[in-house]
């Protein structure tokens, strides 16, 4: 199983990445996947998490808005669009696949990637 994440980079306040996620070794179009984030000196936090198929979305309030979360299960692949982007967002960003539901917390994820560096100055 394999999930890597790229896409991050530096940027400035009000500006635009999309990271992505590519899968391999598992049933990509089984499992729900999420987006978390790390900054330093704090939790894992959740970002945001699609269904299997799409249908069902849901985000962590401050990026409601402005965090888009897609998949694309015929590229074993899945996004997350970030537009407006603050200094509070910089973390690392970490992609996961959970087999069911659509949880929230890290704890109910079976993969984890390995992370990429989001950035945001001001």
């Known amino acids: 199983v394999q999930l890597q994440a790229s896409g991050g980079g530096l940027v400035q306040t009000g500006a635009s990445l999309r990271l992505s996620c590519a899968a391999s070794?598992?049933?990509?179009?089984?499992?729900?996947m999420g987006w978390f984030r790390q900054a330093p000196g704090k939790e894992r936090e959740f970002v945001a998490v699609?269904?299997?198929?799409?249908?069902?979305?849901d985000y962590e309030r401050s990026v409601k808005g402005r965090f888009t979360i897609s998949r694309d299960n015929a590229k074993n692949t899945m996004y997350l669009q970030m537009n407006s982007l603050k200094p509070e967002d910089t973390a690392v960003y970490y992609c996961?696949?959970?087999?069911?539901?659509?949880?929230?917390?890290?704890?109910?994820?079976?993969?984890w990637g390995q992370g990429t560096q989001v950035t945001v100055s001001s």
């Open positions: 070794g598992f049933i990509f179009s089984s499992y729900s």
């Open positions: 699609i269904s299997a198929r799409s249908i069902v979305r």
């Open positions: 996961a696949a959970a087999t069911a539901g659509l949880p929230t917390s890290a704890r109910q994820y079976n993969y």
